[in-house]
């Protein structure tokens, strides 16, 4: 199995790239889209508050279908064809969002129908772009990265850390420069403006996740369904171990657990947190349960006191 390039300048640079074009244009979108249903709807909340259920809803009803679709498609196929149409999804309900924002009179004189008919086309649209974005992330980052990186763990942690942080990154710079443009061309422009955004953005995206599969041959290989190579590898060094392993073999699955962490990108520093977050909780809930004890005890003396005056 082929590795990827280690450097920054190599293959792993195309990943970072197009990763950071796909999540600027979903976070623009999903700070702009909070905004347009607050103008759409000024004088209630039933629309985000709908907007808001029907996406946690669909993501928990389709999410395993969609893992389970691209699972079973051919790589470049399945980034690519997920790729198109999350672009095409929000493209589409910027336009809606923009026509409505422009034309409100003359649609909302038609009849209540036609308002109804515009904040389901909004919903419908932003549900096929969340879903159609989780594909390409499953695609791409559970997938394409861990076939890139073969059995070389230590590359697999550095890869996923590194579009760990640009999520971080685009999650506090994306909204701050969509509000910025916001503020100068208007929100219906700004529905306009993300939409051209993602647009252009996919001919870049496209581009670079072709060039990638062209660089690794490995991406090329016909994937095994369900699991990866790397996972399975190291979870077959666990399984063949017994339930109570002789102390000489304690060493080979502790290596087996850590190759395991290394994969899906756990840092010793994200344990030690764990264990610190740990610790905090079950102090908290302790002391909590003390001063609920302590209370308890407070209010029965007080009732036996009063009882016995």
Same mark, same amino acid.
């Given at each position: %199995?082929?590795?990827?390039?280690?450097?920054?300048?190599?293959?792993?640079?195309?990943?970072?790239?197009?990763?950071?074009?796909?999540?600027?244009?979903?976070?623009?979108?999903?700070? =702009?889209?909070?905004?347009?249903?607050?103008?759409?709807?000024?004088?209630?909340?039933?629309?985000? +508050?709908?907007?808001?259920?029907?996406?946690?809803?669909?993501?928990?009803?389709?999410?395993?279908?969609?893992?389970?679709?691209?699972?079973?498609?051919?790589?470049?196929?399945?980034? *690519?064809?997920?790729?198109?149409?999350?672009?095409?999804? #929000?493209?589409?309900?910027?336009?809606? &969002?923009?026509?409505?924002?422009?034309?409100?009179?003359?649609?909302?004189?038609?009849?209540?129908? +036609?308002?109804?008919?515009?904040?389901?086309?909004?919903?419908?649209?932003?549900?096929?772009?969340?879903?159609?974005?989780?594909?390409? /992330?499953?695609? &791409?980052?559970?997938?394409?990265?861990? *076939? %890139?990186?073969?059995?070389?763990?230590?590359?697999? $942690?550095?890869?996923? $850390?590194?579009?760990?942080?640009?999520?971080?990154?685009?999650?506090?710079?994306?909204?701050?420069?969509?509000?910025?443009?916001?503020?100068?061309?208007?929100? !219906?422009?700004?529905?306009?403006?993300? =939409?051209?955004?993602?647009?252009?953005?996919?001919?870049?995206?496209?581009?670079?996740?072709? /060039?990638?599969?062209?660089? #690794?041959?490995?991406?090329?290989?016909?994937?095994?369904?369900?699991?990866? !190579?790397?996972?399975?590898?190291? *979870?077959?060094?666990?399984?063949?171990?017994?339930?109570?392993? $002789?102390? =000489?073999? @304690?060493?080979?699955?502790?290596?087996?657990?850590?190759?395991?962490?290394?994969? @899906?990108?756990?840092? @010793?520093?994200?344990?030690?947190?764990?264990?610190?977050?740990?610790?905090?909780?079950?102090?908290?809930?302790? =002391?909590?349960?003390?001063?609920? +004890?302590? !209370?308890?005890?407070?209010?029965?003396?007080? /009732?036996?006191?009063?009882?016995?005056?």
């Amino acid at each position: %199995m082929g590795g990827c390039c280690s450097g920054p300048s190599g293959t792993n640079f195309f990943i970072y790239f197009s990763h950071l074009l796909s999540a600027w244009g979903d976070r623009m979108w999903s700070f =702009g889209v909070g905004l347009f249903l607050i103008n759409i709807s000024p004088e209630s909340l039933q629309l985000s +508050a709908s907007y808001g259920l029907s996406m946690g809803i669909s993501t928990l009803l389709f999410g395993s279908l969609v893992g389970d679709i691209v699972d079973k498609s051919a790589r470049l196929k399945a980034a *690519q064809i997920a790729l198109v149409l999350q672009n095409l999804f #929000v493209l589409l309900c910027a336009i809606v &969002v923009y026509f409505f924002l422009v034309y409100r009179g003359d649609i909302t004189s038609v009849g209540p129908w +036609a308002r109804y008919l515009v904040y389901g086309l909004i919903i419908i649209l932003s549900i096929m772009s969340r879903l159609t974005s989780m594909a390409r /992330k499953i695609a &791409v980052e559970n997938d394409w990265i861990v *076939q %890139m990186c073969g059995s070389d763990f230590d590359l697999l $942690a550095t890869m996923t $850390a590194t579009l760990r942080r640009i999520d971080l990154v685009t999650q506090i710079l994306a909204p701050i420069a969509t509000g910025f443009i916001m503020s100068f061309i208007g929100v !219906e422009f700004g529905a306009l403006f993300i =939409g051209a955004w993602n647009v252009f953005s996919v001919f870049g995206e496209y581009y670079l996740l072709w /060039k990638v599969y062209n660089t #690794v041959p490995s991406l090329r290989e016909v994937k095994d369904l369900r699991k990866s !190579e790397t996972f399975q590898a190291a *979870q077959e060094k666990l399984d063949p171990l017994p339930e109570n392993p $002789a102390e =000489g073999d @304690e060493p080979s699955k502790q290596a087996a657990e850590t190759d395991l962490h290394k994969a @899906e990108g756990i840092t @010793e520093e994200d344990k030690d947190l764990d264990i610190t977050a740990n610790m905090v909780l079950r102090s908290s809930l302790r =002391g909590i349960h003390d001063i609920g +004890a302590g !209370e308890f005890t407070d209010s029965r003396l007080v /009732k036996k006191n009063v009882q016995g005056e």
